[in-house]
């Protein structure tokens, strides 16, 4: 069951971002059906482990092609990585707290952080750099 569909307007036009950002909804998806299938909390907990090292070590990239390039748009962008980043701590330790996990919620909070990110920020950047 996926979470998440790739849209068009998710690209920000550079093949190899673009397929990354693939890989990461992919990731979100695989997540989204362990949990609907029944996966215990071992397996939930992996998963989004196995989610914020992959955003985590995209976003670094990023941060990084922004720091040497002294892109003016950097603080900006990066507190947006942040704010995600915040928001996927948040879901990590309710499920270590209780096991919840709100799949309807995390897709609609995902979906539309992707949809701004991605159609704004990324593709601010990638553009600009060519990256």
Do not use: C
């Amino acid at each position: 069951m996926s979470l998440i569909v790739w849209k068009e307007q998710f690209s920000v036009g550079v093949p190899s971002i673009d397929h990354e950002h693939q890989e990461l909804i992919e990731s979100i998806n695989s997540l989204n059906s362990v949990a609907h299938d029944g996966g215990n909390y071992e397996e939930v907990s992996a998963a989004l482990d196995e989610i914020y090292t992959q955003i985590s070590s995209h976003f670094a990239l990023e941060e990084r092609i922004m720091r040497t390039a002294n892109y003016d748009a950097y603080s900006e962008h990066k507190e947006d990585h942040e704010d995600l980043l915040d928001e996927l701590r948040d879901i990590m330790d309710r499920v270590d707290y209780d096991g919840s996990y709100d799949e309807q919620r995390l897709g609609q909070e995902l979906e539309a952080w992707f949809t701004t990110h991605f159609s704004t920020h990324d593709a601010r950047l990638h553009r600009r750099f060519g990256h």
